[in-house]
Each structure stands twice: as C-alpha cells, then as structure tokens.
C-alpha cells in the first residue's frame, strides 16, 4: 500500500511569513495526526483529526497554527505568522479508525530565518 | 498528561553485540507501547509494538519486554549489523489517544 504522502520536503522562509504543508493519509485511515519535532526531539503532537473532525487540538498554538482536513482525506497545516522556533520537521501520520499503529511520513522540514 | 522518559540518549555498540534502551512512563492507564526506528531525512517507522495484556514479544533480532507494575518497557536488538544504526523512539499511549514519545536513542553500530 502506498504510505503517507507530504509535501514540501523542505522548506525555507522568514520570519514572519507563512507557510503550508499538505498531507495524503494511507487510504481508509480515518485518523490523522500532526506532530511537530524539533531536532534532537521526539515527536509532539500538534493535532489529532478523526474523519474531518478535531479529536485533540489541546496543543496546537492557535495564535499562528491552524490545521484543516477537508472532506476526511487530505490535510493542511498552516503557520502564520512563523517564528524562529517553529523551525522543525512537521510530520504527517494516519491510523485506521480504531487506533494505533501509526503510519507517519517522510516530514516537512521547515527552516525559519 | 502521560510523560515518556527514554535511556540512553546515545549508545554505541559493537556489531553483533546486543543493545538495550529503556523507557519508563508515567500512566498506569496507558496500554500501547510502539518502537520506531527513524533514519536521517526520513519519517519514524514502526518496528515492534506491545499492548499491555502481553509481556513480551519478539520479531527475528528485535524483542521488547513490557513491565506493568514498574511502568517500564524495554527494547532489545540482538546480534546488532551497521544498517541497525538510527535513532530509535518509544512512545506510549491509550486507547485512541495520541502517542506521546520519548527524546530518543542514537544507536550506532560499530563495524
């Protein structure tokens, strides 16, 4: 089966900007996840989203992130205005509809100058 | 919250020699305990997972052991090749909810 799909891989922006990731769950997972990982870090989850709906957003920072998963597939994750610390690989990850395992991409690398 | 604690951050091996990491947890609730191996530029993939009603299990060179009453999982790579080296995760969770990860595990693998 083909894995979770992100895009960009990389990504370079100032401060300031914004910027987007877009992610493609493995088909028939109902469940996508958004974690951030700082270098050296573990994976932080950022959003959980069953179907189209939230699940958890608890530790999001919704002051510049905002995330969308339209029509339960596809989903995008937007940041703005970026900061210097939003400088991170952003991970995509879905799961069937009754949970675990996770299944996460390649990630986005983000840069912020 | 549940709170993951992983050790060591870095380990180096011999290859053919075996590797421990450890991981503690916080929630006595939490029943799902994965390991994922993550290599440079790429995203964290799934190697061996435990669920709470079993103590241990095994995959070919890989085992992880499961300790409920101490809230502690371990893993284990046996007879360690060069391509075992990465930086490995363990992660907790319950249920449905989201996973939360330990900091990692450098391991190299010395030729």
């Known amino acids: 089966e083909a894995g979770v799909a992100q895009s960009p891989r990389y990504k370079i922006i100032e401060k300031r900007q914004s910027v987007a990731f877009w992610c493609n769950p493995i088909?028939?997972?109902?469940?996508l996840y958004w974690y951030q990982q700082i270098l050296g870090q573990g994976p932080k989850l950022l959003i959980q989203?069953?179907?189209?709906?939230?699940?958890?957003d608890s530790q999001l920072p919704k002051d510049r992130f905002s995330a969308e998963r339209l029509k339960g597939v596809d989903s995008t994750l937007k940041i703005q205005p970026a900061k210097l610390e939003d400088s991170a690989v952003y991970l995509c990850a879905s799961s069937l509809p009754q949970g675990p395992p996770l299944h996460f991409g390649n990630g986005t690398r983000l840069t912020v100058t | 919250g549940e709170n993951v604690e992983q050790h060591p951050s870095t380990l180096s091996v011999q290859e053919g020699d075996s590797a421990v990491i450890k991981c503690t947890y916080s929630d006595s609730a939490s029943n799902y305990f994965p390991w994922y191996k993550q290599e440079l530029g790429k995203g964290p993939q799934l190697i061996i997972d435990?669920?709470?009603?079993?103590g241990e299990k095994k995959d070919q060179r890989i085992a992880v052991t499961l300790n409920k009453t101490a809230k502690h999982f371990s893993l284990h790579i046996t007879e360690t090749q060069p391509e075992d080296s990465a930086v490995y995760f363990c992660?907790?969770?319950?249920?449905?909810?989201?996973?939360?990860f330990g900091k990692g595990t450098r391991l190299s693998v010395i030729a």
């Open positions: 989203f069953q179907n189209n709906g939230v699940v958890d």
């Open positions: 435990i669920r709470s009603n079993v």
């Open positions: 088909s028939g997972h109902a469940t």
């Open positions: 992660a907790a969770s319950i249920g449905n909810t989201p996973l939360v």
